[in-house]
């Protein structure tokens, strides 16, 4: 399985929209058939149109606050006395997340196709944060949904939602969480496609949902390779690309525009959620070598019991609590262009600790994992070896969480 150079990861797909003719595809139902092409033709067209891609470069500048900071964590970096520590602030995003650029292009593809609803889907919150303020601004009513376990453990997002005017949709099925969420919400569109154009919140689902998350995510990464330029003068020899995965939105924006270089040079690490070390449960298909499965209308790796159901997962990190992973992610591993491992709840929240301790930064639980694993390798490498972790993330969200398992915010 090989990655082609000088083609966009996301278009290296076959006639039926699998990635290495394995990961991905349409598996959906008949009555979606023709609203998914129906978005394939208009997508299609919008990423090539120069006024579209305009406008969406101007609301990234104007309204998101592109480019976001990339910086040294001297304190981190002295202490750890290893590799250099950099941090791709993605959290200086208005919205605090990166979840704010695929929210921005979906929102513009509706205007579009000419639709005045909007569904999508959340775990941490984010995602459905954002759609609701990049619906708010372009005039869209949107529908979040929700599992109730999320509801409670990410309050802060959801008041921000309400305030935006958006409904939330509380989801009690299965382990109410972020694959419930992205199920029911699946379902709510096939009713009613004529009228709502659905955000998927990360590169999941459907081939075109994969697409427009990783073509809006990508932002990231074209804002870094010009970062890295200017503060080094060229892409240095080491270079170690820390990212956490759930469904993998944030970690392909991070990596998109260095998939051409070789991995002895830009290597992309993929940090899942391992879950708590006293429970067997995890997030982490990647890592623990879960077998293929269907979920949500794509080919993944996925989470299952031995009789082939999807399993329940479990996570302090409401963003990384998925049983599958991109289609994207697949491919990338397989074709072994990335790296996959995780870091446990414990290991998230003491990365959290360390990165607070010595630096202005303040990570959500779901970059922690990244950190995590890049606090731990950094002292084993020498000071050429560059080492950046995307912050994607802030934690006011997790404020509740934090007090809890730390006593303090």
């Not at 076959?14 to 598996?27: E, H, S, T, V």
């Not at 956490?244 to 392909?252: E, N, T, Y």
Request: with cysteine.
């Amino acid at each position: 399985m090989k990655i082609k150079n000088k083609v966009p990861l996301i278009d290296q797909h076959d006639k039926f929209g699998l990635w290495g003719g394995k990961f991905g595809g349409n598996y959906i139902p008949e009555t979606l058939k023709k609203p998914v092409m129906d978005l394939e033709i208009l997508f299609s067209k919008l990423r090539k149109n120069k006024e579209f891609i305009k406008d969406r470069d101007k609301h990234f500048k104007q309204w998101v606050g592109a480019p976001t900071r990339f910086i040294k964590l001297e304190n981190l970096t002295n202490h750890l006395n290893g590799g250099q520590i950099w941090a791709k602030v993605v959290s200086d995003a208005n919205g605090g997340a990166h979840k704010i650029y695929n929210a921005t292009v979906h929102c513009l593809i509706a205007k579009k196709a000419g639709k005045k609803f909007i569904v999508g889907d959340t775990g941490a919150g984010y995602a459905g944060k954002m759609l609701s303020m990049a619906a708010k601004k372009f005039g869209l009513k949107a529908k979040i949904f929700m599992g109730a376990k999320d509801i409670k453990r990410q309050k802060p997002n959801c008041d921000a939602m309400k305030k935006n005017g958006a409904e939330i949709v509380p989801v009690y099925s299965g382990s109410q969480t972020l694959i419930d969420a992205v199920s029911e919400c699946m379902r709510y569109w096939v009713s009613n496609c004529d009228t709502t154009h659905m955000c998927v919140g990360s590169t999941v689902g459907p081939n075109i949902f994969v697409k427009i998350c990783g073509w809006s995510t990508s932002q990231i990464s074209r804002e870094l390779k010009p970062q890295i330029l200017k503060e080094f003068g060229k892409i240095p020899n080491k270079v170690k690309l820390y990212n956490c995965v759930g469904g993998g939105s944030s970690s392909f924006g991070f990596w998109n525009e260095f998939i051409d270089y070789k991995k002895s040079q830009v290597e992309f690490i993929g940090v899942e959620a391992g879950g708590p070390l006293k429970s067997k449960k995890h997030a982490a298909p990647l890592t623990n070598n879960s077998k293929l499965g269907v979920l949500h209308g794509a080919m993944q790796y996925v989470v299952q019991n031995k009789e082939g159901q999807i399993e329940e997962t479990e996570s302090i990190s409401a963003g990384l609590d998925y049983s599958g992973v991109s289609p994207l992610h697949c491919f990338l591993r397989d074709s072994k262009r990335a790296r996959y491992t995780s870091a446990s709840d414990e290991a998230a929240l003491k990365a959290y600790k360390l990165v607070t301790k010595y630096e202005n930064l303040n990570p959500s639980l779901e970059p922690c994992h990244a950190f995590a694993v890049a606090c731990a390798e950094a002292p084993k490498l020498k000071k050429n070896n560059i080492l950046i972790i995307n912050s994607c993330g802030d934690a006011i969200k997790d404020k509740k969480i934090l007090k809890e398992k730390l006593g303090k915010y």
